[in-house]
């Protein structure tokens, strides 16, 4: 039975653990923090229990797959509800649209604006849906090492129909005619880290599958399915260690051997790495000799998605006009992602609130609220500010100021009996993001499908990866299949059987 380690328990090294236990190999994951999850965590202070990271559930038979894989039921890991309506989104606080998956319903809304209006959407739905099929059979389901697999006839089509040369924003201008319609259409990419106006449009599925899919809970919020994946772990005997820092990936003769913690060597026959791919190559993998593509200079030049900044905040009332999901656009919505992605902090900034103990009692003590708020931020990448306490202090200003200013809630400061917040620099520290961008490497044309880091890595023997900054790129849903396409790999290459010999072995780390 060979040997794998995984460094980092975030979802692509979980489903990764789970997929290559099933099929027999001896599998450990070794995690920094506290608890497994990585960017999907928890926060409980005060009574109120806040998911940290991701909150929106899609594609719900991604989250079912890796238990079905394993011939479980997942009903007998974690609950999930579909929501209608699925998410609120204000342009001003008498501006509002209730999205939800029942398309009359939508129709209705927008032959509210103007009958042109629907039926710019329903060709958005139909534009999008096609391009989805298609990306779903070509582009997602495999991974490529090669130049001739990606500059070939095939590529180049499907890739003229996903429109990976256009951006989000342009793409959508030719069917929606109003301001409204076209930054509903578009706002999405924000909340995943890229800008609408200047990455490739494949990435602006979002509102087709929140309509045509859905978006669903799971009770105890979004680590409510972290505690289903340990609870089957554990069944399966995956060895996970936590609290311990991986400090560098053992490589010797071109192949990678195990992980070095402390004055300790782990060995291993397979590594996969699952923390964030470029604070791996300038942490773990030390030697540049290794990774000639990635050296800390190419590193630096590469695009990376943007941050977040956080407040986790408990009330002392119930937020009765709120759905669970909210969203609220800047008025200067072009001018709010323009400072985003030039290092430049939003004036104006949109911002997303998400409030689970609506649904969700147990999240919150009895007549209080556990709110969410997220706003879009630059990473650290060439940004000036320190993020420092008073630096802080002063942004949070600004958020409290625009809620009030625009009567989002009322009195929100007399309300809040506990608060955290988290910056760039917090999630840089935290699950080692590098320059604290949230989504990864931002797959712009040049680090997207084949052009973006690979599961296998080429040059170094058993080594893989999977996250966000890998092919196929951020989401949940995203990195599960990335999870899987990484299992293909490691099956491929290297098949199940005898281990190899470990030559330096200081410590038992089963025993760890
Ligand atoms: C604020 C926010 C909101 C989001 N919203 C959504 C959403 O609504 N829906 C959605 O689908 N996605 C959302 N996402 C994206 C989603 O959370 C990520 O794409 C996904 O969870 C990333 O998983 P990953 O496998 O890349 O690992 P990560 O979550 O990045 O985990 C990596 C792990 O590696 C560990 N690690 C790092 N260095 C070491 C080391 N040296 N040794 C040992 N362990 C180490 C880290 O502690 C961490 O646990 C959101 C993300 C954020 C931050």
Known sequence: MKKVIIVGAGIGGLVSAIKLKHHGYDVTV??????????????????????????????????????????????????????????????????????????????????????????????????????????????????????????????????????????????????????HLRKLLSFQTLFIGISPYSRPSNYSANPMIETLYGIWFFKGGMYGYIQGLEKLMNEMGIKIITNTTVDEIFITNGQAKGVVI???????????????????????????????????????????????????????????????????????????????????????????????????????????????????????KGVTQSWDKSFIQNFRKVVLNRIASENMIENLEDHIVSETILTPKDWESEVHAHYGATFGLAPTRRLSNDFRPQPKFKGIQHFYHTGSSIHLGAGIPIVMMNAQLCVNEVLKHDPNGEPNACSVYSKEYENA
Not at 58 to 73: N, Q, R, S
Request: with cysteine; glycine share 4%.
């Open 262 to 380: 402390g004055e300790d060597i782990f060995c291993a026959d397979i590594v996969i790495n699952n923390t964030d791919f470029p604070y791996a190559m300038k942490n773990l993998v030390k030697n540049e000799k290794h990774r000639p593509r990635y050296t800390n200079k190419k590193l630096e030049k590469m695009d990376y998605s943007s941050s977040a900044f956080m407040m986790y905040l408990g009330l002392d009332l119930k937020l009765d006009h709120l759905n669970v999901h909210n969203s609220y656009l800047s008025s200067d919505f072009e001018g709010n992602i323009k400072d985003i992605f030039s290092a430049t902090l939003p004036k104006t900034p949109s911002m997303y609130f998400y409030v689970p103990s609506k649904l969700d009692p147990s999240l919150a003590p009895a007549n209080h609220e556990a709110l969410y708020i997220l706003v879009p931020v630059p990473s650290l």
């Open 30 to 179: 070794i995690e920094k923090n506290e608890r497994i999850g990585g960017k999907i965590n928890q926060i409980k202070k005060d009574g109120f229990t806040f998911d940290m990271g991701p909150t929106i559930v899609m594609m719900p038979e991604l989250y079912d797959e890796v238990f079905k894989y394993v011939g479980k039921d997942p009903n007998d890991y974690f609950t999930k509800t579909q929501l209608s309506p699925t998410n609120n989104i204000y342009f001003s606080l008498e501006d509002k649209v209730e999205v939800n998956t029942d398309l009359v319903q939508i129709a209705k809304i927008f032959e509210g604006m103007n009958e042109k209006e629907a039926s710019g959407y329903l060709s958005y739905i139909d534009d999008i849906y096609e391009r989805y099929v298609v990306s779903n059979e070509h582009i997602l389901e495999k991974t490529s090492n090669k130049l001739s697999s990606i500059f070939n006839p095939k590529t180049l089509w499907d890739g003229f129909k996903l429109k990976t040369f256009d951006n989000t924003s342009h793409s959508v201008s030719k069917i929606a005619q109003s301001d």
